[in-house]
C-alpha cells in the first residue's frame, strides 16, 4: 500500500510540475515537452496532477485533447479503482 501512495505522489507531482514546466518553455520559446508526454503522464496515473497543474499554468486549457482527454483519463482511472474494490 506505502508503494502505491508514494507512485501516486510521484506520478501525480510529475504531471504537475511537466505542466508548469512546458509552459514556462513556452513563454521563453525554449523546447517543448511533447504532447505525447503530457498524456501519457496522465494516463500513468497522474491525471489530477496534469489537470491541476493545466489550470494553474493556464497551459493546454484550449486544447481539446487535454481539456477533455485529461478529465476523461481521470474518469476512468476513477471507475477502474472503484470496480477493484
Known amino acids: 500500500m506505502d508503494f ?5 505522489l510521484t506520478v ?5 510540475f511537466s505542466m508548469l514546466l512546458d509552459k514556462l518553455y513556452a ?8 504532447e ?12 489530477i496532477g ?9 497551459h493546454k486549457t484550449k486544447h481539446p485533447k ?3 482527454g485529461v478529465p476523461l483519463i481521470l474518469a476512468v482511472q476513477m471507475i477502474l479503482i ?3 474494490q
Open 36 to 47: 505525447a508526454t503530457l498524456l501519457t503522464i496522465a494516463l500513468l496515473g497522474g491525471s
Open 12 to 16: 501525480n507531482a510529475a504531471g504537475f
Open 4 to 8: 502505491i501512495l508514494i507512485y501516486l
Open 66 to 68: 487535454f481539456t477533455i
Open 27 to 34: 513563454k521563453k520559446k525554449l523546447w517543448r515537452i511533447p
Open 50 to 58: 496534469s489537470l491541476i497543474g493545466m489550470y494553474t499554468a493556464r
Open 82 to 84: 472503484l470496480c477493484i
